[in-house]
């Protein structure tokens, strides 16, 4: 009788086993690659947001310098911010002792001063810009970019997002710094961006926060405890960032949340504010 004791077992399940094994990694890259692409999908839309908002508004910071600067026609003046008047006072006290001191103004001249807080900033986004499209250029190993003012600069930046996305950790710090800039504008206007209420529930929190921004053509749930389950999106690390739905994202939304397609194409066009 044979022998039984020295029979090995085939090798065919340690094959099997290993082709599991490889085909188990060869999933994971491939998931984590959609979620890179996913995350980086993202990241290029919000810059395509903020950078259209900043494009927008960045003008208007010049004409606020101008003294005596009147609304458009037909609209009414901006509410002043708390403290504003307080602050408009300062700088003047401020801008008038400087022009004193250097000459540049008689006693008692009451000519309103350049209204510094808005100089500040002009300052902060064009130097912000230029260093940003200078950084992106680097990274691309891109020519260093000819002179042009802020909103030439800002359009040669969203030119350059195709490349951008292969360098995910810089297009989050393009995201991140547009971002900034554009809200750092929009608070030196004091200008109350228009919200409408839009019915239905969020289908993250299952509150009724959500909310059309015509501006931005985009629905966001304003509630502030409102995380979604999307690893990609913003409002897993920023305190700051609320669940957008570009208008791409619509018919997804309405199903999800009971609200109807043509409510939300109304919110786009309407103009009354509502508070949050």
């Known amino acids: 009788m044979a022998d039984l004791t020295d029979v090995t077992e085939p090798a065919e399940p340690a094959a099997r086993t290993a082709g599991l094994s490889d085909r188990t990694d060869r999933t994971d890259r491939t998931d984590r690659t959609d979620r890179t692409d996913r995350t980086v999908e993202l990241v290029l839309r919000d810059i395509t947001l903020w950078t259209a908002s900043l494009v927008r508004q960045f003008p208007e910071l010049s004409e606020e310098l101008a003294p005596g600067r009147r609304s458009p026609a037909g609209t009414a003046p901006t509410a002043p911010h708390p403290g504003c008047d307080e602050l408009i006072r300062e700088e003047r006290r401020e801008a008038l002792l400087l022009e004193q001191r250097h000459g540049l103004s008689v006693p008692g001249h009451g000519a309103a001063p350049i209204r510094l807080h808005i100089s500040d900033a002009i300052r902060d986004i064009t130097d912000g810009v230029v260093e940003l499209e200078d950084a992106v250029c680097a990274r691309l190993a891109l020519p260093r970019p000819r002179r042009a003012g802020v909103i030439e600069r800002l359009r040669r930046i969203v030119g ?18 547009i971002r900034r800039m554009a809200r750092r504008c929009a608070r030196t206007l004091g200008d109350a961006e228009t919200i409408v209420r839009v019915s239905g529930r969020c289908p993250w929190c299952d509150s009724v926060s959500l909310r059309a921004f015509p501006d931005r053509r985009a629905v966001l749930c304003v509630n502030p405890a409102c995380v979604c389950t999307d690893e990609a999106c913003g409002c897993q690390d920023d305190p700051a960032y609320r669940h957008l739905w570009p208008e791409s994202g619509w018919a997804e939304l309405t199903e999800a949340s009971g609200t109807r397609a043509e409510e939300i194409e109304a919110a786009m066009d309407d103009t009354k504010e509502i508070p949050c």
Not at 160 to 177: F, G, M, T
């Open 160 to 177: 350059l997002l195709d490349a951008v996305a292969a360098h995910p950790v810089l297009a989050r710090h393009v995201r991140d710094e």
